[in-house]
């Protein structure tokens, strides 16, 4: 008779080194993930901020009989009377707060084919995670 024993014994270590080596994948792989939906959750949130000014600023600069009074780095005011300010890491509308957790905002102007182009750039979240700067239509020109 034959004796199987060190074939068997080597299968089986193979087995196990091969069953340990795609455990440790599947976990690095689950380590990612939910490190992603981590991130996500805190964009989000910091997205969600960024839309609200939008939403005002876009009603703003789509008024067709609106224009531009003053601009300053941190500051715009419009002829409709309304004004935009970055102050204590948040934006306000008219001084009511419209955003949070603003790290910076800058407001700028130029002229492109005759019309007025505004750029709002606006840095977000406690380790300034997303800067996005956007371009603004003025709807008078």
């Known amino acids: 008779m034959k004796n199987n024993s060190g074939v068997t014994i080597t299968s089986i270590i193979v087995y196990v080194i091969a069953m340990m080596i795609v455990i ?4 690095s792989i689950t380590s990612f993930f939910y490190s ?3 991130n996500i959750n805190e964009n989000s949130d910091n997205i969600s901020e960024i839309t609200k ?3 005002y600023f876009l009603e703003e600069t789509t008024n067709e009989n609106n224009s531009i009074i003053s601009i300053s780095n941190n500051q715009i005011a419009f002829a409709t009377g309304n ?7 948040a934006i306000y509308f008219n001084h009511v707060k419209i955003c949070e957790q603003i790290t910076n905002t800058q407001f700028a102007t130029e002229e ?3 019309k007025t182009i505004i750029n709002v750039l606006i840095t977000i979240g406690q380790n300034n ?3 996005k700067t956007t371009k ?3 709807a008078n020109h």
């Open 136 to 138: 603004y239509v003025l």
């Open 36 to 38: 992603n939906v981590n």
């Open 53 to 55: 000014f939008h939403m």
């Open 112 to 114: 492109i084919n005759e």
């Open 24 to 27: 440790g994948i599947i976990a």
């Open 129 to 131: 995670e997303y800067t």
């Open 83 to 89: 004004t935009f300010t970055f102050q204590d890491k």
